[in-house]
């Protein structure tokens, strides 16, 4: 297209620049304007990703799917501090049921996410943003406790592993548990090395995508195969219509993203893109895999107040 209409103007007795030959100049200005700002940190990258890769990515950091119209009320306990397990095992089994059984999903966040994407009372916002790493939660909704008829997304921390396997426990099967681990937490790689194994012993794990793939490549790129799904989530209050899971052939779990349609099919596409990738949309047996999704995405929807792949972005990491 850039081609064709150049040509045109160029015929009309236009002087037509090439695709990147304004770069230099403005990398130059960029520069002079740098020595008047201190603290500026504007760059012009002068050997840019082909066009279309790069809006893609931008137009994929910008993008956020609000799940409602404001971020959710919410609150902040720890077990074995603020609550007792056996009450967390009440709670969660009244509130959470999805077809007669406890929806029980591990969730894990970064602290500045939560602070975020949740309206917590000022007390719980100086918990959160004292916590050094990410953040292991159930997440249920339940009365706000205030005098009010509200209702808000408790978020109930695990501080340790140990209270894994003693709440997973506590259910003896009687719950379906799944681990739903955002995969801006993967860049803290202390937490990863203490938390994973013991989420990936206890339950089925769902990566769920907060960041741009071009972070996530060595996840998935070695000469693997990445097996693809899209999943239609049909009429919900949220609005949210479309996600699309992947998984990597060799790898427990399966990585998930929520967005509207453009999105999905974007992001798709970029995964598609990356070095040394071979993406299927087809041909796999995703039987395993559908339930734990299916918990997870109904976990988001309920609890979630929006759903982007700025998760590291946002916060300066």
Known sequence: MFAGLAARLTEAGATVLGSHEHLPVTAELAARVAE???????????????????????????????LTTEPRPARLITVGQDVDPVEVVRVVDATTRVAGRPNVVLGARLPARLLAGYAFPESDRAR?????????????????????????????????????????????????????????????????????????DAAPVIWLI??????????????????????????????????????????????????????????????????????RMTGADWTDAVPALRRVLLDLLRTESYVDLRALADHGN
């Open 128 to 200: 959160l943003a004292g916590l050094d790493g990410p953040v292991l939660a159930i997440r249920t909704l339940a009365d706000d406790g205030t005098e009010g008829d509200t209702d808000a997304v408790w978020h109930v921390r695990l501080s340790d592993p140990a209270d894994v396997a003693m709440l997973t426990a506590a259910w003896d099967g009687g719950a379906d548990v799944t681990c739903c681990v955002a995969a801006s937490c993967l860049s803290d790689e202390r937490w990863r090395t203490r938390w994973l194994p013991v989420l990936q």
């Open 36 to 66: 008047t700002v201190p603290g500026l940190r504007l760059t012009v990258d002068l050997d840019p990703d082909p066009p279309d890769r790069r809006m893609v990515a931008q137009v994929l950091r910008q993008a956020r799917l609000w």
């Open 210 to 279: 907060d960041v741009s793939l071009a972070s996530l490549a060595g996840e998935f790129t070695g000469g693997r195969t990445v097996h693809g799904i899209y999943l239609d989530l049909g009429a919900n209050p949220t609005g949210a219509r479309r996600a699309v899971a992947f998984k990597v052939s060799g790898q427990t779990g399966a990585w998930l993203a929520v967005a509207d349609d453009v999105g999905i099919q974007l992001l798709t596409g970029q995964l598609a893109d990356l070095p040394g990738i071979d993406l």
